[in-house]
């Protein structure tokens, strides 16, 4: 038996298949949200006390995290989880790949965001970990409470940012009976060194994790570190020794801070006199930052 063959339906044939691959295609590659309007992210950095707000918070390639939930929920929508948006350094963020959109629905979402920006970031959850400080400042965080009940007809959303650390300072001199400080060595002792940030109620929750803290040398005799808020007062367990080969000079914390507290920068002068610490300073709101990008080059 012999089969005819319509070239002309073989070749509209194969025509129209190959327009149902590139659509398949398409569909398969195509986020939904891409079909929405386009979310415009603003920003600024604050203070927890008030609306004061940072005239230089950010810096060009700046990095952060954002996520879209249903109004009052925590389901993402639109696959935007975690989606990494950078700035030039002017606080206006675009995403780094890909776009983020509202429902083309017109459902209501919420939106929230922290920095800097983190791959390992699960199920909402922001790890926190400040023991070993020595080789570079730890990045510290910073959190925008939700922008509530936004959909396309308001693409824009305004992030404003906390810190949810705290900085201690410390500039170090040598005092009296003090030639110099060479061989200097520092460490904080009785503070908790873990932390899990729950970005989506905007929760900090300590770990019983307390160890020695190592600060970062920042400058001429000038250290840094970040401390986790205690929640309640200091007691004699929170101390910094400072350590000249031979001899260690034992600052206890509590004489001049009452507690750690989130958004605010210790800076104190302390002078290692052979007799002991002498120790003057200030406590301030952390509105401005000078973190880095721990993102940098992950695209």
Known sequence: MKYS??????????????????????DKDTNIGDKGVEVQVSSEIVA??????????????????????KAGKGIVVNMASNQRFVTSGDGIFGPAQGRMT???????????????????????????ALGDQSSALASPLLYADRVRDKNADAPQVKFAFRHQL??????????EGIPNLE????????????????LLDGALGVK????????????????CALLLPTGTDLTQEHVVDFTIPGNT?????????????????????????RAGISVSGTIKDWVDTDWEDVSAGNN
Not at 102 to 120: C, H, I, M
Request: proline share 4%; glycine share 10%; hydrophobic share 45%.
């Open 5 to 26: 063959y319509n070239k002309s339906f073989g070749i509209v044939g194969g025509i129209l298949l190959a327009g149902f691959m590139l659509a398949a295609c398409d």
């Open 48 to 69: 927890m006390t008030g609306d004061q707000a940072s005239d230089n918070g950010w810096n060009a390639n700046d990095a952060i995290g954002v996520f879209m939930v």
């Open 102 to 128: 509202f429902p083309v629905s017109g459902e209501k979402v919420d939106l929230f965001s922290y920095a800097p920006y983190q791959d390992l970031v699960y199920d909402f959850i922001y790890p926190i």
């Open 166 to 175: 705290a900085r201690l300072v410390m500039k170090v001199s040598a005092g």
């Open 183 to 198: 061989g200097l060595s520092i460490r904080i002792k009785g503070m908790n060194t873990e932390a899990e940030f729950d």
């Open 208 to 223: 019983a994790s307390v160890g020695e803290i190592v600060p970062t040398p920042v400058g001429d005799n000038v250290y």
């Open 249 to 273: 000079y034992t600052w206890n914390m509590a004489d001049d801070i009452s507690k750690i507290e989130k958004a605010k920068v210790y800076e104190f002068d302390i002078a290692v006199n």
